[in-house]
Every structure is written in structure tokens, then in C-alpha cells.
């Protein structure tokens, strides 16, 4: 019987890392694309709108 262990922690913040600067890039990029400057109540409204969970819960 093999046991699998849980990833070291430092692992999992480097891919949050990882994942936190892409997006960064993405909106930026979006940003200098369109030639307006980030905006973020534009963004925490397209988070609400979708539903997101980034927001924590629904509602609140």
C-alpha cells in the first residue's frame, strides 16, 4: 500500500505565485491593449458579476 503525501507547502505558494503574476500580466496587457488605465472597482465589478469566489462569499 503506497501513501501519498501532501505536497510541501512552499510548493503550493509558488504556484499562487505563478498564477497572481499571470494574471497580472493578462490584465495589464488588457489594459495597454484598449489604452485605459486599470481601473479597480471596473474589476471587483466584473468579479461580482460573474459570481466570483475571489470576492468570498456571494452576498456578503
Request: glycine share 4%; aromatic share 14%; charged share 20%.
Amino acid at each position: 500500500m503506497k501513501h501519498f503525501r501532501e505536497p510541501p507547502l512552499h510548493l503550493f505558494r509558488d504556484q499562487l505565485d505563478l498564477h497572481l503574476a499571470f494574471t497580472w500580466i493578462r490584465v495589464l496587457y488588457r489594459s495597454w491593449q484598449t489604452r485605459t488605465p486599470y481601473n479597480e472597482t471596473v474589476y471587483l465589478n466584473v468579479l461580482r458579476k460573474c459570481g466570483s469566489l475571489l470576492l468570498g462569499t456571494p452576498g456578503a
